[in-house]
């Protein structure tokens, strides 16, 4: 039974760039019984790397989860019986909620309702943090250029096509006049509200509304 290790399936501990499998424990495939720790040197002389052992003297659960470092994800306790239960730490436990549960759609979505994301960032890995930051840098860049795309198109047709002609072009030839340059279909609805003086960010937000993407996690496909 091997723990696996490589820096695609990075969750909250950095291990780098390694890439290994590692020994935590092997089952008589005759008898169905587990070896002991103590008959697996064996694997250590043939390269493999066996998991790191401690012994415990009776200490209890709160003790247990008390020394747990913050860099490190916890201990497996292993009962008599062969049971085990994972014992997580606290820092592991609340890295682990955000960093798998926090999606670029998570990112939009705050941004889109002018929430701050502070407590998302709070003693987050460098790297998720810089993915964070490149998200928000890349959607408050995608949201000007629209603005900005959609403000000249509108500015030129209403200001600047027609001055101060009279009377004034109407909504039907601002309409025509977008069919005729062949202007982006999802860009319509911010150039009418627009034209009618209506808030149009939340327009740009949902055309902006990316697809599912996590930190870490890459796809080799």
Known sequence: MFEIIFPQNRIVVNYGDEEKLVLIGAIHSETGNEVPDSSLFFMEESGWELVMTYKTWGEGYDLLKEEIQKDREGYVIKFKNGFRMKIKGEE?????????????????????????????????????????????????????RIGEHCGKIHDYFRYGKYGDVDPMPTKKDFALHLEKCDVETFYRPILFAMWDGKPYEHIIWRIMKPKYEKPFKKDEN
Not at 118 to 138: G, H, I, M, N, T
Request: aromatic share 18%; proline share 4%.
């Open 92 to 144: 592991y436990k609340r890295l682990h909620k955000i960093l798998t549960n926090f999606s670029s759609k998570d990112i939009w979505e705050l941004l889109r309702d002018g929430k701050p994301m502070d407590e998302f960032l709070d003693r987050v890995p460098d790297e998720f943090y810089k993915w964070v930051k490149q998200q928000v840098s890349s959607f408050e860049y995608a949201k000007y």
